[in-house]
């Protein structure tokens, strides 16, 4: 049986989002949900665990659209269906990030 490593509360975020692996050129994913220290999407692209990567989407902070740019490393990627699904845990994020984050989770 696998146990859900993720820490803390996710909310569900279903938005387009930019995934670019260090090394590697930008591969289209979409968000699946958030937490304050990671986040999970699926994409037609295979990530390597372990590999560390920026992920860029767009969310709703305080009804205005705001372009989020994180960094994270891979803690999962399952092909399931047509698709793979990833786990990402946050590096530590700029402030902007932190609180567009924060603000989401409230």
């Known amino acids: 049986m696998l146990v859900d490593s993720r820490q803390g509360a996710r909310k569900i975020l279903r938005v387009k989002a930019m995934i670019v692996m260090d090394g590697a050129g930008p591969a289209h994913a979409r968000t699946f ?7 999970s999407l699926t994409s037609e692209s ?4 372990g590999q560390t990567g920026q992920i860029v989407f767009e969310m ?26 990833l786990g990402f845990t946050f590096l530590p994020l700029d402030n902007d990030a932190a609180g567009a984050i924060t603000k989401f989770m409230r």
Request: proline share 3%; aromatic share 6%; glycine share 14%.
């Open 33 to 39: 949900d958030l937490g304050l220290a990671g986040m």
């Open 46 to 49: 295979r990530v390597i665990i």
């Open 60 to 85: 709703l902070v305080d009804g205005k659209p705001q372009l989020v740019s994180v960094r994270g490393k891979a803690t999962h990627c399952i092909f399931s269906g047509d698709e793979f699904k």
